[in-house]
């Protein structure tokens, strides 16, 4: 490979790798809070997808339709979020970890079969929107600019989720109930209110990418599943509750499989699982991660 | 009466603690709950701040009954637990967590940040520390000053003195008689009935979550006999 092959794979790699930040960012800060490992955050991925195309192509008259369902999408997949928490998760928090995996996953099942009766069975695609529709340059490399944009938002995701943690007082209510619910509910903090907007954070979240892949791939049923898995071993590389664990984690995994697919094409679905393999035996509390 | 328990039996799961517990707390009062190590203590401070209510009996605070209220909601009716294990965020500094304990801005009426810096000076000096880093001592003086920040009328403190160093132990006493000076109403538990009968006015003693003796701090600290059966002292 050429210099400027890698750096070609670097670039798909990262687009790749933010796109999935953004979404094991809300399954991440979801399970720190909460304590829930969401199962159906992959679905509400999803159903941004399917938002995104719904409204770009209902009101594909209307000029820059694309940023519009990019505001809009995330929204409405943070109010399903609200809903979710408020009328299903809320009675379980007591109950054995069992139970919350049998309703998430219950809802993986619900909410899919809803998409198939609204958005039927088929492929869709939503074009590439203006202005990030052209092509670049980079290091000689012809390179499409909506990969470039990906990264932008993902990095600036970051940088903004830090420092509302850091240095906002909601950061700080943020993590005071994480650390200890009790504790925090005991100092007169509203724990229940937190919870739901913690949740409706990580779908809005998940919403959010789910707007923005569809026009670099395509919407379609089971593409919940295959980010769900990524998004588990970006969290298990990164350590479960860790934003910059996610972060590095998304990056690690987007790189190893965009190099897989050119190196070792029919291996590339192993690489992720060994990573997490590896890094399960070495250090399962992940990389930046707290041992328990 | 500020504080009034009817008869509450509260649970674990199926694990049954307390056994009609009924207890008062006049204002201005400090009492004392002893008793030796799983009678109940921390379940009956527990059960008052809404952590594990009870399944049955009732609680009154400022003549209201809590039935059916979250922790946070009595919270803001001007309770505050300090907790045995202190539970300070590890991760916030001093600071920050006097300030999340606060239910308003600036606390005008009340507890002011200078107010708690004079009363605890070490906690001024670690102000931009991160919790995690005190010592227990002064993570027991954060723990009383943060819940002190919620402007609380009834402070329940949880084994005040557990592992602290005589220094430590003595500080938190002297700082149990300035919040009583003030007119702070307070329930603490101790393991270590020499030094809450030194702060306390009454007392109750549990045994197996229920009420086995009541009267005044005075009288049991000259009643050797009800220490030795009760408390093994």
Known sequence: ?292 | MLLELTEIHTFYGLSHILFGVSLEVAQGETVCLLGRNGVGKTTTLRSIMGLTPPRSGSINIFGKDIKDKQPFEIARMGVGLVPEDRLIFPDLTVGENLEIAMKEKNNVRGWTFEKIYKLFSVLKERNRQLGGTLSGGEQQMLAIARTLMGNPRLLLLDEPSAGLSPIMVQAVEDHIHLLKKEGMTILLTEQNSHSALKVSDRAYILEKGRVVWQGKASVLKKNPVIMKNYLGV
């Open chain 1, 1 to 292: 490979m050429d210099i400027e092959a890698i750096m070609g794979q670097v670039l798909s790699g990262l687009s790749v790798g933010m796109v999935l930040f953004l979404i094991a960012s809300g399954l991440s800060v979801i399970f720190g809070t909460l304590k829930i490992l969401n199962l159906a955050h992959g679905t509400i991925y999803m159903i941004g997808g399917f938002l995104c195309y719904w409204i770009t192509s209902t009101f594909a008259h209307i000029p820059a339709i694309f940023w519009l369902a990019l505001i809009l999408g995330p929204i409405a997949t943070a109010l399903l979020g609200g809903l979710i928490e408020i009328f299903l998760l809320r009675r379980i928090y007591a109950e054995e970890m069992l139970y919350q995996y049998i309703l998430t996953f219950g809802l993986i099942l619900i909410l899919g079969e809803l998409c198939k009766l609204i958005w039927g069975v088929g492929y869709h695609t939503v074009s590439v929107p203006w202005p990030v529709d052209g092509k670049m340059s980079i290091f000689g490399m012809i390179y499409p600019v909506y990969n470039i944009f990906l990264i932008c938002c993902g990095v600036a995701v970051f940088i903004g989720l830090m420092a509302v943690m850091r240095f906002t007082g909601l950061g700080r209510i943020i993590r005071a109930v994480t650390f200890n619910r009790e504790m925090a509910n005991a100092l007169g903090i509203n724990v229940p209110m937190v919870y739901t907007g913690v949740f409706m954070l990580g779908c809005w979240l998940a919403g959010l990418a789910g707007t923005l892949m569809p026009p670099m791939s395509v919407v379609a049923l089971g593409t919940d599943m295959a980010v769900i898995i990524d998004c588990f071993i970006i969290v298990v590389i990164g350590g479960m509750g860790s934003l910059s664990g996610a972060f590095i984690g998304a990056i690690i995994l987007g790189l190893v499989n965009a190099f897989g697919i050119s190196l070792l094409p029919k291996l590339t679905i192993a690489f992720g699982f060994l990573l997490m393999i590896i890094i399960l035996i070495i250090r399962h509390w992940g990389l930046l991660g707290k041992p328990e």
